[in-house]
Nanobody, 123 residues
Framework: QVQLAESGGGSVQAGGSLKLTCAAS????????TGWFRRRPGKEREAVAT???????KYADSIKGRFTLSEDNAEKTLYLQMDNLKPEDTAMYYC?????????????????WGQGTQVTVSS
């Protein structure tokens, strides 16, 4: 069974940067169908940056050009570099994964979630 642990959140001023870390454990972890989500105050959870079952990185329009995914596959770790942060990026950020190899082209179902890490951006 895969477990995820996020870290790296904090409070920054607008224009600042943070790097979130998602450390995975478990034998069945796959980088495919893994990614970052967030829940902003008063809003539904949304995908921020994900890796689909083809291995393609996908980014939400609101963060394109500012956030970047990176990985350390040997350490089963997924990172989210967040630059030029804006107050509207304030949210609880979650790492999620399907928990097993999905098969190329499969629909991603995010079955395993971390506990989240809070990001607060002040103006």
């Amino acid at each position: 069974q895969v477990q995820l642990a996020e870290s790296g959140g904090g409070s920054v001023q607008a224009g600042g940067s943070l790097k979130l870390t998602c450390a995975a454990s478990g034998l069945t972890y796959s980088r495919l169908c893994t990614g970052w989500f967030r829940r902003r105050p008063g809003k539904e959870r949304e995908a921020v940056a994900t890796i689909d079952s083809y291995g393609t990185e996908k980014y939400a329009d609101s963060i394109k050009g500012r956030f970047t995914l990176s990985e350390d596959n040997a350490e089963k770790t997924l990172y989210l570099q967040m630059d030029n942060l804006k107050p509207e990026d304030t949210a609880m950020y979650y790492c999620a994964t399907m928990g097993w190899y999905p098969g190329r082209g499969a629909t991603c179902h995010y079955n395993t979630w971390g506990q989240g890490t809070q990001v607060t951006v002040s103006s």
